[in-house]
């Protein structure tokens, strides 16, 4: 059975730092991308961050570039996501996911592409 769970979330002054976490179990870890989504209280779920199985090749979101950072450790068969000067804007309950994926540099961006998710973990930024 595969599980995906995430931790990390919590409240945070804006300006702040959080590190989300995605301990994956269940599944070759290395065979799968990984990616960060979030949805926002009346909005539908967005994509925020992708990294390929290898690790190598990551993509963002316009709206998170050069804040956040998307990074796997395979040895913990964990995915993460640092996310620094955090915005109102960016409060939502963020979700992780993997994908199957074809290619050592395969990023997957589409929601639809992914196979497995997790739960999710709110994330609140004060202004």
């Known amino acids: 059975q595969v599980q995906l769970a995430e931790s990390g979330g919590g409240l945070v002054q804006a300006g702040g730092s959080l590190r989300l976490s995605c301990a994956a179990s269940?599944?070759?870890?290395?065979?799968?991308?990984m990616g960060w989504f979030r949805q926002a209280p009346g909005k539908e779920r967005e994509f925020v961050a992708t990294?390929?199985?290898?690790?190598?090749?990551?993509y963002y979101a316009d709206s998170v570039k050069g804040r956040f950072t998307i990074s796997r450790d395979k040895a913990k068969n964990t995915a993460y996501l640092q996310m620094n000067s955090l915005r109102p804007e960016d409060a939502a309950v963020y979700y992780c996911?993997?994908?199957?994926?074809?290619?050592?540099?395969?990023?997957?961006?589409?929601?639809?592409?992914?196979?497995?998710w997790g739960q999710g973990t709110q994330v609140t930024v004060s202004s």
């Open positions: 996911a993997a994908a199957r994926a074809l290619g050592i540099a395969t990023l997957v961006v589409r929601q639809d592409k992914y196979d497995y």
């Open positions: 269940g599944l070759t870890f290395s065979s799968f991308a």
């Open positions: 990294i390929s199985w290898s690790g190598g090749s990551t």
